[in-house]
């Protein structure tokens, strides 16, 4: 049901009484919450008592996943031999982390380990040539890659060739053509009956280190202390917060309050809440992480996620804190200088946006591509020159493949790879106005109008009198948050401010409120981040408001706020 214009306010399916009746009864709830669990698809007290009760002891089985037995006996060899070990893996967060994981694990079984992470600018992304020919150089036998590998078919024959072995672990779609690697741990393969799909490629690699474990029968807190790592990948790579990925996404981010790696512990100043959700990871610790690969190294990270000494953690953290501060300045200047070219180009009414600076920082292209598509809502390329080619960031509007619309224009196109919403390419400079042209053409043939308007998906609607201290209380456990776990967001119609309303933030961004309903006693806290603009609008006039309910923590001390994600005035 479509209720708005600006937005797509878009209302969810009414769950079946009977459904929420029976929820009702089996887990003594109120009709609410029975509505929310059915909606996250939970019908039975079993489904309930796993959703709100996650378990270690539900992981799945390590073995289950095709090739494990494999790829623990091959490193078992290679660490009872003395043969010497690449730990191989992507300069991203879920790569990083993964390359800090196994390195971190191997090295306690063998002396003879250590990693190499690509150069973004230099190798670009997954296997390199140059990766190949360190591990050759340097008297490798065995290679395992993390987060990366499924398509490097040439390089693994490269390594072959040099009898060095190839263990895979990827999280990504294989292609036609599978690498001949000693072992291919990967969850998304058609003939793996591995329970769950959707890993991070750490999350593969902690699924390696729990089957060496269980082969050696090391006690389980030999592997669980890798699960802040996994959870600050599962967070950055944006994977589904379901079945596995949640358990260990709940006892990570319990870990990285409770007990964190200590680099992580280091990016992290002035963190005072009492826990560590997955927004918490997405903007403090993962951007700080990128930064490295983006500005520098992507080493840099993964030394300050390995090392045991202090002073040494402590002066990594800050020059990555500085790195990122920098990728900051890089990020705001490149997406002012892309909005104003889109003006100056009268683009504003393009169906996609892409823009072109000579000197614009390759780190920051994909970043600048999300913020224009924030600006303008409509698929976005970002290109700048490196090597003498033309390379470029895409990203896409919710419901849009942009992959797809560049395999339509792959005529103009030296190489291009990524999925539905994100994407890489690469072009020779003469091919950008024709290619510029096409894409402007493909999009606006192929994008539904309905596509460029933003859509903000509702759980239910309530009254603010429902918004209870033991309504927050169980919401709170549906928790951690994230894709297709979103946290849930609510409608509620006809409030009112009680004349606190104030516009916050930089050019008075931002809207501060306290909101009631009519006929009720309790007044809520409510911020709504770029909703300043309505300050007018919303004196003494009732309102319809789009909203999640959350904590906010100042000095110690929390309360429920409701954090507004649109208003419509009635």
Known sequence: MEISQKNRWVLKPEVESTVIKHLMNELKVDAKMAELLALKGIHTFDAAHNFFRPSLERLHDPFLMKDMSIAVSRILKAINEKE???????????????????????????????????????????VSFQGIQYAIDNDISLIISLDCGIKAVDKVKMAQDSLIDFIICDHHLPGEIMPEAKAILDPKQKDCEYPYKELSGCGVGFKLIQAICKELSLPNNVYEQYLDLVAVSIAADIVPITDENRILAYYGLKKLKEDPNIGLEALLLNFDKPDFTISDVV????????????????????????????????????????????????????????????????????????????????????????????????????????????????????????????????????????????????????????????????????????????????????????????????????????????????????????????????????????????????????????????????????????????????????????????????
Not at 330 to 343: G, H, K, R, Y
């Open 283 to 570: 903007f403090k610790i993962a951007p700080k992480i990128n930064a490295a690969g983006r500005i520098e190294h992507a080493d840099l990270a993964v030394h300050l996620l390995t090392s045991k000494n202090y002073d040494e953690v402590e002066k990594i953290a800050r020059q990555i804190r500085g790195l990122n501060t920098e990728r900051k300045t890089l990020d705001a200047d490149v997406t002012q200088e892309a909005l104003v070219q889109i003006v100056e180009n009268n683009e504003e009414n393009n169906a996609a946006s892409v823009v072109f600076g000579k000197n614009w920082h390759k780190g920051v292209l994909g970043i600048v591509a999300s913020r224009l598509t924030e600006s303008y809502y409509r698929p976005t390329l970002v290109f700048t020159e490196s090597n003498g080619k033309m390379v470029a960031s895409a990203r896409s509007v919710k419901g849009y493949n942009v992959y797809d619309a560049l395999d339509h224009c792959s005529e103009y196109l030296e190489q291009f790879g990524g999925h539905k919403y994100a994407a890489g390419l690469t072009m020779a400079s003469e091919q950008y106005p024709l290619f510029k042209k096409a894409f402007e053409e493909e999009v606006k043939k192929t994008i539904p109008k309905s596509l460029l308007i933003p859509q903000i998906e509702i759980d239910t609607e309530l009254k603010l009198v429902d918004v209870t201290p033991k309504f927050n209380r169980i919401l709170k456990q549906f928790a951690p948050f994230g894709p297709q776990n979103m946290r849930p967001v609510f409608l509620t119609k006809n409030v009112f401010d009680s004349g606190y309303a104030k516009a916050i933030g930089n050019e008075n961004k931002h809207l501060k409120m306290n909101l009631y309903q009519e006929g009720a006693r309790n007044i809520f806290q409510a911020i709504g981040f770029g909703l300043g603009s309505y300050l007018p609008q919303i004196k003494n006039k009732p309102f319809d408001i789009v909203y999640t309910v959350e904590e906010n923590y100042w000095q110690g001390k929390s309360h429920i706020q409701l954090n507004i994600k649109d208003i419509r005035i009635n």
């Open 84 to 126: 010497h070990i690449m730990i191989y893996g992507d300069y991203d967060v879920d790569g990083t982390t993964s390359v800090s994981m196994m390195y971190m694990f191997i090295s306690s079984l063998s002396k003879n380990v250590t990693h190499y992470i690509p150069d973004r600018y230099a190798e670009g992304y997954g």
